[in-house]
């Protein structure tokens, strides 16, 4: 499974992002697909997840500002930023768990910023 994320820039306080990231290599549709982010000097940690069937799971930094959502039938998953603050800055990651096994994007950076 090969993952490709976009969307990431430079936005304001209070601004909106929306990032994407569209799976190909599978032929289903992938369990579980989410977003992590890592903050310089800081550890990966998970944003938001999604799985196949709808059940999502959030930080409770993104609850209430991120939404996420999935398109099965294309195998891409989406991540709605809203109410972005400083401390959102960080390199975002996709994620996707399928068959047992992780598997990485290549992060996109979001900085917030004025």
């Known amino acids: 499974v090969q993952l490709q994320a976009s969307g990431g820039g430079l936005v304001q306080p209070g601004g909106s992002l929306r990032l994407s990231c569209a799976a190909s290599?599978?032929?289903?549709?992938?369990?579980?697909m989410g977003w992590y982010r890592q903050a310089p000097g800081k550890e990966r940690e998970l944003v938001a997840a999604?799985?196949?069937?709808?059940?999502?799971n959030y930080a409770d930094s993104a609850k209430g500002r991120f939404i996420i959502a999935r398109d099965n039938a294309k195998n891409t998953v989406y991540l709605q930023m809203n109410s972005l603050k400083p401390e959102d800055t960080a390199v975002y990651y996709c994620?996707?768990?399928?068959?047992?096994?992780?598997?990485w994007g290549k992060g996109t950076l979001v900085t917030v910023s004025s």
């Open positions: 994620n996707a768990f399928n068959n047992g096994m992780f598997y």
């Open positions: 290599g599978s032929d289903f549709s992938i369990n579980v």
């Open positions: 999604m799985s196949s069937v709808g059940i999502t």
